[in-house]
């Protein structure tokens, strides 16, 4: 479901509560064991329908909505935009009966606690909610008033600052599409698969970043507008776009460090767009600064460098050069690092095997049973120390 096509749907839906439950919390498990919400982007898209659309009547079905939005959280980490558009949604309505559904909301996860606004809790009014958290009998009302008393609301938030928030906010999800950033209505064209939209306002953007003129010393504005591009146009389906502003993006390093990061992330580009010479050619480029860049095999960096040359290693038609070159020059980095990743060892197995070199395709699979068993063995002993806590 996209967000025109809950907007199409949304009277019917005000209408007939028994179509809500196509939009609650309805988990499975991916691959990686992962619990996911197979209802998260038709959830979504209605809030987005909603929030161009908001009306006086609509509190109780983004009541539901919030509810399953919680849901979701507490099965994972992460602050998703649904949760932050639709909070705003209900505290549009300033109902101290809220205060309990924003409060779980924002103790959903690690990242909710952190990230999601405080603001939606006392959005009935920051004396008013005050009041109305001592008055209840609702025993999650000490605990509200015991997170936010002092540190919050006399510090940070007061009626000033709660109007102000609502200004802010009111700008960052606007009533209209025509208001939106272009940045989000890329990342919500990519979310529901409208990639053919999403890589017309890409190509957009950067066009219109070739003709932009940055200041001089603000370099990083220009490095985060690329990468932003570069990532967007990946999403997108746009591999040739993303090349190109990668391309600029290499131009400005002045580090050995970003020179390795941001080559490995134009070799990968072309990887991926089924050039693995053009590949291979830009991730040799990263072997004179790897050797003045002291720290890349204790770090992610080497590690992604390493990921892209066996992934071009395993790409390549056995008949290629590339696949024998790539593979070795990823196995010489291994053995020169420490905290390699259980993915990387069955990447080098898989090479490995690909290229028949049975010495090292015995090491790759003891390396990577080894690591399975520490793993395991990890998890093992936090789910006995669980075990033991809980009963304690």
């Known amino acids: 479901m996209t967000p025109k096509e809950a907007e199409l749907l949304l009277p019917d839906i005000r209408k007939d509560e028994s179509l809500w439950n196509q939009f609650s919390f309805s988990p499975f498990k991916d691959e990686d064991g992962s619990i996911l919400d197979k209802n998260s982007n038709a959830r979504y898209a209605l809030i987005i329908a909603l929030q161009y659309n908001w009306s006086t009547s609509d509190e109780k079905l983004l009541r539901f909505i919030i509810q399953n939005e919680v849901?979701?959280?507490?099965?994972?980490?992460?602050?998703?935009?649904?949760?932050?558009?639709?909070?705003?949604?209900?505290?549009?309505?300033?109902?101290?009966?809220?205060?309990?559904?924003f409060f779980e909301a924002k103790e959903a996860n690690f990242d909710t606690y952190c990230g999601l606004d405080v603001e939606n809790v006392f959005s009935a009014g920051v004396q008013?909610?005050?009041?109305?958290?001592?008055?209840?009998?609702?025993?999650?009302?000490?605990?509200?008033?015991?997170?936010?008393?002092g540190s919050i609301?006399?510090?940070?938030?007061?009626?000033?600052?709660?109007?102000?928030?609502?200004?802010?906010?009111?700008?960052?999800y606007p009533d209209t599409v025509e208001k939106e950033r272009r940045i989000t209505l890329i990342d919500r064209a990519i979310t529901f698969k409208e990639f053919k939209a999403g890589r017309i306002l890409v190509r957009e953007w950067f066009n219109e970043h070739l003709n932009q003129v940055?200041?001089?010393g603000n370099e990083y504005a220009q490095?985060?507008?690329?990468?932003?591009?570069?990532?967007?146009?990946?999403?997108?389906?746009?591999?040739?776009?993303?090349?190109?502003?990668?391309?600029?993006?290499?131009?400005?390093?002045?580090s050995?460090?970003?020179r390795i990061s941001e080559t490995q992330e134009l070799a990968e580009l072309y990887r991926l767009s089924g050039s693995p010479l053009k590949a291979w050619t830009e991730l040799k480029k990263c072997q004179p600064d790897l050797e003045i860049y002291k720290g890349w095999?204790?770090?992610?960096?080497?590690r992604f460098v390493i990921t892209t040359a066996l992934q071009l290693s395993?790409?390549?038609?056995?008949?290629?050069?590339?696949?024998?070159?790539?593979?070795?020059w990823a196995n010489k980095l291994i053995s020169q690092s420490r905290f390699i990743t259980l993915v990387i060892f069955e990447l080098a197995f898989e090479a490995a095997s690909a290229i028949n070199d049975l010495e090292l395709q015995s090491q790759y699979e003891i390396l990577r049973a080894n690591e399975k068993r520490r793993i395991e063995a990890m998890f093992a002993s936090l789910k006995r120390r669980n075990d033991s806590d809980d009963n304690s």
Not at 227 to 252: E, P
Not at 316 to 325: A, L, P, T
């Open 128 to 149: 008013k909610t005050i009041e109305y958290l001592k008055r209840s009998n609702n025993p999650v009302s000490i605990r509200i008033l015991e997170r936010v008393d």
């Open 314 to 328: 395993l790409d390549c038609d056995k008949s290629s050069k590339i696949k024998q070159e790539s593979f070795y």
């Open 71 to 101: 849901k979701m959280h507490q099965k994972d980490t992460g602050l998703l935009q649904s949760l932050h558009i639709s909070t705003y949604l209900l505290a549009k309505y300033k109902n101290l009966e809220n205060v309990f559904l």
């Open 297 to 302: 095999n204790t770090s992610g960096l080497g």
């Open 256 to 258: 050995p460090f970003d």
């Open 223 to 254: 490095k985060r507008d690329l990468a932003n591009i570069v990532g967007r146009a990946k999403a997108s389906g746009d591999l040739s776009l993303a090349i190109d502003a990668q391309k600029i993006a290499l131009k400005l390093c002045d």
């Open 214 to 216: 940055y200041e001089k």
């Open 153 to 172: 609301v006399d510090n940070y938030l007061d009626e000033e600052r709660l109007r102000a928030w609502f200004e802010e906010v009111s700008r960052a």
